[in-house]
Nanobody
């Protein structure tokens, strides 16, 4: 499975961005897709997840109400709509996929495949 993330950029605080992540290869094995954020000098943190078949979604409290994950199974693509962005949202955003089983994974160690990351910069 290969993942290609896109959609990052520079935005002012309070603005919005939509990230995309297209999966290719053996996409039939994907059970879970997730998005992670890595701020400069910090660990990679979970920000959104979705069960690939069922569509169930989950978020950490830090982004609830601001970020929305969705998917288009026909296009093998997952999206992350980010609204009301804050300077602390700055960093590289990675999409990831897990194949083992459908579960609400939030630990990066549970994900098997990773995209290359897309940079998001939020200016104050």
């Amino acid at each position: 499975v290969q993942l290609q993330a896109s959609g990052g950029g520079l935005v002012q605080a309070g603005g919005s961005l939509r990230l995309s992540c297209e999966a290719s290869g053996r996409t039939s094995v994907i059970a879970v897709m997730g998005w992670f954020h890595q701020a400069p000098g910090k660990e990679r943190e979970f920000v959104a997840g979705i069960l690939w078949k069922e569509g169930t979604i989950w978020y950490p409290d830090s982004v609830k109400g601001r970020f929305t994950i969705s998917r288009d199974n026909a296009k093998d693509t997952v999206y992350l709509q980010m609204n009301n962005l804050k300077p602390e949202d700055t960093g590289v955003y990675y999409c990831a996929a897990a194949y083992s089983s459908s579960y609400y994974y939030t630990d990066r160690k549970e994900y098997n495949y990773w995209g290359q990351g897309t940079q998001v910069t939020v200016s104050s």
